[in-house]
Nanobody, 125 residues
Framework: QVRLVESGGGSVQAGGSLRLSCAAS????????MGWFRQAPGKEREFVAA????????YYSDSATGRFAISRDNAKNTVYLQMNSLKPEDTAVYYC??????????????????WGQGTQVTVSS
């Protein structure tokens, strides 16, 4: 059984930073691209960032570009999202996902095959 467990969410003031982690079990992540999505109250779920199987290629949404950094440690079966210069509009539940293949396009353009339970990020002004 595949399980994705996110951690690192919390409350922070605007301009602050948080680092989200997503630990996977029941799956060998090195075979898959990984990513992060988020959903704010009353809004649709949106893509945030994706990383290919090796960690050498990444892709970000416009809102995340320049402020967020996705990375992975395949030895630890874990993916991370470093979020800097946080804004109130970043407030959302953040979800870790597994892509359907090795390239980040499977996260960005495809339908992820596994989702975590989410972690809340709240940014106050």
């Amino acid at each position: 059984q595949v399980r994705l467990v996110e951690s690192g969410g919390g409350s922070v003031q605007a301009g602050g930073s948080l680092r989200l982690s997503c630990a996977a079990s029941g799956i060998t992540l090195i075979e898959y691209a990984m990513g992060w999505f988020r959903q704010a109250p009353g809004k649709e779920r949106e893509f945030v960032a994706a990383i290919n199987w090796s960690g050498h290629s990444t892709y970000y949404s416009d809102s995340a570009t320049g402020r967020f950094a996705i990375s992975r440690d395949n030895a630890k079966n874990t993916v991370y999202l470093q979020m800097n210069s946080l804004k109130p509009e970043d407030t959302a539940v953040y979800y870790c996902v597994v892509g359907s293949g090795a390239q980040f396009s499977t996260v960005v353009q495809g339908e992820p095959i596994h989702w975590g339970q989410g972690t809340q990020v709240t940014v106050s002004s």
